[in-house]
Structures are given as structure tokens and as C-alpha cells.
């Protein structure tokens, strides 16, 4: 394989994954979809059904990225908030997805500021986490000069930093997490109003089997949503059926367009694996070479289409008595 040619596969997979990582955004930013996460993942919706969630909590002007969602023909969009924030000393921080959601009980307008993010990769050089705890405190922070000025801390409103990991490693996955601010009596017993510290929260959703989740909860929601083993018949029929999330025509047209894009990340980049494993392999002409083959194979695979080590095995249909030995050349590199 020249050069030009691996290159050029390269460019056609990172695109691919672009748009493919903006479908899904695009997905997610449904009110049907966030009011499951929601009231699954966040204390102050778990009285309330799903469709009420939906209709009446989820406010504002819907934002994606930095690109607009144009509403649908039935308005089902999410209203949202500029996914942007600006600090001219911490830099720009772009979310994927950022709404205001009204609290519902409290007697007046008091919004929570959620933001959710799509993530493939759960090992990024970083602790995921202090990721979410950073989203959080500049969701804080930027609220200064926005939801109040001066020494008015009072105005200060809940912030969420929702994470929907799609390849954690096993042990994590169909799990959802949260983290948040508690308070400890390190002496006495002195309590404060919980409102006045719980104001910040990170929660961790890890898919993993479609089939082990129970329906109640989002968790088997986005398992069969971003499942690569699903048709998109099968999807959308569980979407409707299990759910009950309508499929407008724009809904339907996005998870098409979704299952058509994985679909197509996936199939380049096996063939982009397969190639430079085969041309390793070649070029070596020794059992080495070819081990070595299979290494760039499993490290391609790892890279283009965000799969483990152990899924791009399973994909490379590579005995089981052989993957041990290629984990631990992982290991080493």
C-alpha cells in the first residue's frame, strides 16, 4: 500500500467520523431522547414521566457544537443555549449539546445548565472525569455577568456535565455514575440548605450490551441507540415500541443517517486495518512480520473507528489462544 493511497483512506475514515460524531449530537439533542437521560440520570426529574419532562422542563434555544439545530416539523427539538464559553484567559470551550432545564416543583423559574457530551474515546491522555469537573466549574463560572453581577452569588444556578461513553473498558460498562458536591460534619452536627452547595454535578454513562439493561432506564435506551449490532429497523422500533419516542420525520432521517455513517467508519476502517496488516505482513515475509501485521491491523482499528483492543480482535477474527500475546505487544509499544 503506497503512501498516497493510506493517506488518502485516512482522510476519507476522519471524515467520515466527523460526521458521524455530528449525527449522533444531532440525535441526542432530541427532547425525547434527553427527557430518558434525564430523568434516569438527574434527582430532580425522577418523580416526573418522561413526556412531562419532554414538554414542559426543557427550555430555550437548541444549539449542537457550535452549529444550530433547526427544529423539526412537530418542534421536537431541544431549546437550548450557545454551546460556546469564552474566557480570554482559559480559552474556548466548545460543549456538544447545552440546554437550560427548569426544576420542577420549585414554585418559580429556577433553571438547571446541562450540557451533554457524546464520547468514543475514554482514554484520551486524561481522566475523563476531570474533564466533566472542568465543563462544570467554567459552566460556573460563566454564569458571572450572565445570571448575575456583583457579589449576587445567590442567583448561581445548578450546572450538569452529562458523558455518554461509548467504548469504556470492561468493568465500567452499563454503568451510570454521578459525582457531586456533599456535605461532611467534621465537627458538630450544623447543616446547611442543600441548594446552597449542590451546584455542581458529573455524570458517567458507559454503554455496553443492549441486553442488560433494563428498559426503565436510559441506559439500554442509548445501548440500542448507538449499537453497531442493531439494525436500524430494529432501532427505531424499539425507540417507539419501548420507549415511546415518536418517530417524526426528521428523527427517523437522523438515525438513518447515523447507522449509515457507522456503518461506513466501520467498513473503511476494517479494510484500511486488513491492508496495512497484509502489506506489514508482506513486506516482513516472517512469522514476525506477520505478527506485526496484525499489530497494525489491531492498532488501525483502535484509532479510525475507536473500537478496544478486544473488540478489533473479535472484528480481525483472531483465535482466542492468539490475543493474549497481541495484548501484551500492545503493552509494550
Same mark, same amino acid.
Given at each position: 500500500?503506497?503512501?498516497?493511497?493510506?493517506?488518502?483512506?485516512?482522510?476519507?475514515?476522519?471524515?467520515?467520523?466527523?460526521?458521524?460524531?455530528?449525527?449522533?449530537?444531532?440525535?441526542?439533542?432530541?427532547?425525547?431522547?434527553?427527557?430518558?437521560?434525564?430523568?434516569?440520570?438527574?434527582?430532580?426529574?425522577?418523580?416526573?414521566?418522561?413526556?412531562?419532562?419532554?414538554?414542559?422542563?426543557?427550555?430555550?434555544?437548541?444549539?449542537?457544537?457550535?452549529?444550530?439545530?433547526?427544529?423539526?416539523?412537530?418542534?421536537?427539538?431541544?431549546?437550548?443555549?450557545?454551546?460556546?464559553?469564552?474566557?480570554?484567559?482559559?480559552?474556548?470551550?466548545?460543549?456538544?449539546?447545552?440546554?437550560?432545564?427548569?426544576?420542577?416543583?420549585?414554585?418559580?423559574?429556577?433553571?438547571?445548565?446541562?450540557?451533554?457530551?457524546?464520547?468514543?474515546?475514554?482514554?484520551?491522555?486524561?481522566?475523563?472525569?476531570?474533564?466533566?469537573?472542568?465543563?462544570?466549574?467554567?459552566?460556573?463560572?460563566?454564569?458571572?455577568?450572565?445570571?448575575?453581577?456583583?457579589?449576587?452569588?445567590?442567583?448561581? /444556578? =445548578?450546572?450538569?456535565?452529562?458523558?455518554?461513553?461509548?467504548?469504556?473498558?470492561?468493568?465500567?460498562?452499563?454503568?451510570?455514575?454521578?459525582?457531586?458536591?456533599?456535605?461532611?460534619?467534621?465537627?458538630?452536627?450544623? /447543616?446547611?440548605?442543600?441548594?446552597?452547595?449542590?451546584?455542581?454535578?458529573?455524570?458517567?454513562?458507559?454503554?455496553?450490551?443492549?441486553?442488560?439493561?433494563?428498559?426503565?432506564?436510559?441506559?439500554?435506551?442509548?445501548?440500542?441507540?448507538?449499537?453497531?449490532?442493531?439494525?436500524?429497523?430494529?432501532?427505531?422500533?424499539?425507540?417507539?415500541?419501548?420507549?415511546?419516542?415518536?418517530?417524526?420525520?426528521?428523527?427517523?432521517?437522523?438515525?438513518?443517517?447515523?447507522?449509515?455513517?457507522?456503518?461506513?467508519?466501520?467498513?473503511?476502517?476494517?479494510?484500511?486495518?486488513?491492508?496495512?496488516?497484509?502489506?506489514?505482513?508482506?513486506?516482513?515475509?516472517?512469522?514476525?512480520?506477520?505478527?506485526?501485521?496484525?499489530?497494525?491491523?489491531?492498532?488501525?482499528?483502535? /484509532?479510525?473507528?475507536?473500537?478496544?483492543?478486544?473488540?478489533?480482535?473479535?472484528?480481525?477474527?483472531?483465535?482466542?489462544?492468539?490475543?493474549? /500475546?497481541?495484548?501484551?505487544?500492545?503493552? =509494550?509499544?
Amino acid at each position: 500500500m503506497d503512501w498516497e493511497t493510506t493517506t488518502a483512506q485516512g482522510l476519507h475514515i476522519t471524515e467520515l467520523s466527523a460526521r458521524y460524531d455530528a449525527a449522533c449530537k444531532r440525535v441526542l439533542s432530541e427532547k425525547s431522547i434527553l427527557a430518558w437521560i434525564m430523568k434516569s440520570c438527574l434527582e430532580e426529574y425522577q418523580d416526573c414521566n418522561v413526556q412531562e419532562i419532554a414538554e414542559k422542563y426543557i427550555e430555550g434555544q437548541p444549539q449542537v457544537a457550535s452549529v444550530p439545530v433547526l427544529p423539526d416539523e412537530d418542534g421536537t427539538v431541544i431549546h437550548g443555549m450557545d454551546t460556546q464559553d469564552t474566557s480570554l484567559r482559559e480559552g474556548t470551550v466548545t460543549y456538544d449539546i447545552r440546554f437550560r432545564a427548569i426544576v420542577p416543583g420549585t414554585g418559580e423559574h429556577i433553571s438547571l445548565i446541562v450540557n451533554v457530551e457524546a464520547q468514543n474515546d475514554y482514554y484520551p491522555g486524561y481522566p475523563l472525569l476531570m474533564r466533566g469537573v472542568y465543563y462544570c466549574c467554567r459552566m460556573v463560572s460563566a454564569q458571572y455577568g450572565r445570571e448575575f453581577t456583583g457579589p449576587n452569588y445567590g442567583k448561581l /444556578k =445548578k450546572v450538569y456535565s452529562i458523558w455518554i461513553c461509548m467504548n469504556p473498558p470492561k468493568g465500567k460498562e452499563n454503568t451510570i455514575n454521578r459525582y457531586r458536591l456533599v456535605e461532611e460534619h467534621l465537627a458538630g452536627a450544623a /447543616k446547611e440548605a442543600v441548594d446552597h452547595y449542590d451546584l455542581l454535578s458529573i455524570v458517567m454513562i458507559c454503554l455496553g450490551d443492549p441486553e442488560a439493561g433494563g428498559s426503565e432506564s436510559a441506559l439500554r435506551m442509548l445501548d440500542v441507540l448507538f449499537s453497531d449490532e442493531t439494525s436500524v429497523a430494529e432501532k427505531k422500533k424499539i425507540l417507539q415500541e419501548e420507549y415511546a419516542i415518536p418517530m417524526t420525520q426528521k428523527l427517523d432521517q437522523e438515525v438513518s443517517s447515523m447507522c449509515n455513517l457507522s456503518e461506513g467508519v466501520l467498513r473503511k476502517g476494517l479494510a484500511r486495518g486488513r491492508a496495512e496488516g497484509m502489506a506489514e505482513g508482506r513486506a516482513e515475509g516472517r512469522a514476525e512480520g506477520m505478527a506485526e501485521g496484525i499489530l497494525t491491523s489491531i492498532q488501525s482499528l483502535m /484509532k479510525n473507528i475507536h473500537v478496544s483492543a478486544a473488540q478489533a480482535m473479535v472484528i480481525l477474527d483472531i483465535p482466542e489462544g492468539e490475543r493474549q /500475546k497481541y495484548l501484551d505487544l500492545l503493552e =509494550k509499544q
